[in-house]
């Protein structure tokens, strides 16, 4: 059974930065691709970031060139660096694995004041 455990997030004003970090449970994780969503208030969640299991990695433009996502399969641990946060950042972060139908963490708020 796999587990995520995301955490990280918190409040922060524009402009400024958080890492999130998702820690993973299980034997696969070292072969399986990462993912972060978002949902914001009254929003659908909506996809953030991915890495695959050798380090390719995919993002949504609204956060291409401000995020990054990296991973370490040493520890079990997925990362979002976030920067020059807006905003429209805020959100519910999702860690994920094996897309919408597959495992998710509980969420962390990320919260940016304007």
């Known amino acids: 059974q796999v587990q995520l455990v995301e955490s990280g997030g918190g409040l922060v004003q524009a402009g400024g930065s958080l890492r999130l970090s998702c820690a993973a449970s299980?034997?696969?994780?070292?072969?399986?691709?990462m993912n972060w969503f978002r949902q914001a208030p009254g929003k659908e969640r909506e996809f953030v970031a991915a890495?695959?299991?050798?380090?390719?990695?995919g993002y949504a433009e609204s956060v291409k060139g401000r995020f990054t996502i990296s991973r370490d399969n040493a520890k079990n641990t997925v990362y979002l660096q976030m920067n020059s946060l807006k905003s429209e950042d805020t959100a519910v972060y999702y860690c994920?694995?094996?897309?919408?139908?597959?495992?998710w963490g509980q969420g962390t708020q990320v919260t940016v004041s304007s």
């Open positions: 299980g034997r696969t994780f070292s072969s399986s691709s």
């Open positions: 890495i695959t299991w050798n380090g390719y990695t």
């Open positions: 994920n694995t094996g897309g919408v139908a597959g495992h």
